[in-house]
C-alpha cells in the first residue's frame, strides 16, 4: 500500500471560464494559470504522483512551452493515471476537499467525481469529493482563489 497527499491552489480571476474537477461552473470569475487552473484535478493528480514517488506536477508538467497553454486538467489527469498504472499500482480509495467561498458547488460534485473516476479507470464509489469555506477566513475567504487537497491510497496491482 502507498499513500500520497496534494495540494493546490490558484487565483481567482475576472475573464476565465471556472473548471472544477473537470466541471465548467457557471461563475463571474474563473481560476488563473497556465493550464485551465482546475485545482482539483491538480490536487489528485499531485497526490497520485506522491503515493508513486514519482515526484510533482511541475516537473512533469512545467508551466513553459512544453506543456500546451491552456490545457485542460483531465489531460494532465489522464497522463498521471498512466504513469501509476504503468509502475503496477491501483487505486483503493481517493478523498479531495474544494476550499472556496462561493459558488455553491455542491450541485456539481457528483460529476467531478465521474471525471475524475473515468480518468483513472475506477468506480466512482472509489472517489469522494467535499467541499469547505474557510468561513471567510484569510484570501479564500475573501473570494480572491481556490484551493484544493487531495489524499489517495493506492494497492500493488497483484
Ligand atoms: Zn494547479
Do not use: C
Amino acid at each position: 500500500m502507498r499513500v500520497g497527499s496534494g495540494f493546490d491552489a490558484h487565483q481567482l480571476v475576472a475573464g476565465r471560464p471556472l473548471r472544477l474537477g473537470g466541471v465548467d461552473v457557471p461563475f463571474d470569475r474563473g481560476l488563473e494559470g497556465h493550464s485551465d487552473g482546475d485545482v482539483l484535478l491538480h490536487a489528485v493528480a499531485s497526490a497520485l504522483l506522491g503515493a508513486t514517488g514519482d515526484g510533482d506536477l511541475g516537473r512533469h508538467f512545467p508551466s513553459s512551452d512544453a506543456t500546451p497553454e491552456g490545457i485542460d486538467s483531465r489531460a494532465i489527469l489522464d497522463q498521471v493515471a498512466a504513469r501509476v498504472r504503468e509502475a503496477g499500482w491501483a487505486l483503493v480509495n481517493l478523498d479531495a476537499t474544494i476550499i472556496a467561498q462561493g459558488p455553491r458547488l455542491a450541485p456539481y460534485t457528483a460529476a467531478m467525481v465521474q471525471v475524475i473516476a473515468d480518468s483513472l479507470g475506477v468506480q466512482t464509489a472509489q472517489v469522494n469529493v467535499k467541499v469547505t469555506s474557510t468561513d471567510h477566513l484569510g484570501a479564500i475567504g475573501r473570494g480572491e482563489g481556490m484551493a484544493a487537497q487531495a489524499i489517495v491510497l493506492l494497492e500493488q496491482r497483484p
